[in-house]
């Protein structure tokens, strides 16, 4: 099992900055990507970027990409996300989540982080 949790959410005006982390306990040796999803009030959930975490490649949400770095800390076992002039639309419930090896699709994420941004 892998446990994430997920912190730095918070308030901030349009235009500021935030930075996300993102903890994984447990069973590690395995984890072959970690992302960050989001969903905004009364929206579905949405791919914000994703890291190899073996070889540190990133792809980011083309919405994003100029305004937010992910990244990861291997020695910490944390992922990182990097926000900047932040927008009102940006207002979500950041997630984070691990997918092993073998698996298709994300097995486990954490509880949610909120971000608003206001106006």
């Known amino acids: 099992q892998v446990q994430l949790v997920e912190s730095g959410g918070g308030l901030v005006q349009a235009g500021g900055s935030l930075r996300l982390s993102c903890a994984a306990s447990?069973?590690?040796?395995?984890?072959?990507?970690m992302a960050w999803f989001r969903q905004p009030p009364g929206k579905e959930r949405e791919f914000v970027g994703r890291?190899?975490?073996?070889?540190?490649?990133?792809n980011s949400a083309i919405s994003v990409q100029d305004r937010f770095t992910i990244s990861r800390d291997k020695a910490k076992n944390t992922l990182y996300l990097q926000m900047n002039s932040l927008k009102p639309e940006d207002t979500a419930v950041y997630y984070c989540?691990?997918?092993?090896?073998?698996?298709?699709?994300?097995?486990?994420w954490g509880q949610g982080t909120q971000v608003t941004v206001s106006s």
């Open positions: 447990g069973r590690l040796f395995n984890i072959y990507m």
């Open positions: 989540a691990a997918r092993t090896t073998w698996a298709t699709d994300y097995e486990y």
């Open positions: 890291v190899y975490w073996r070889t540190d490649t990133t």
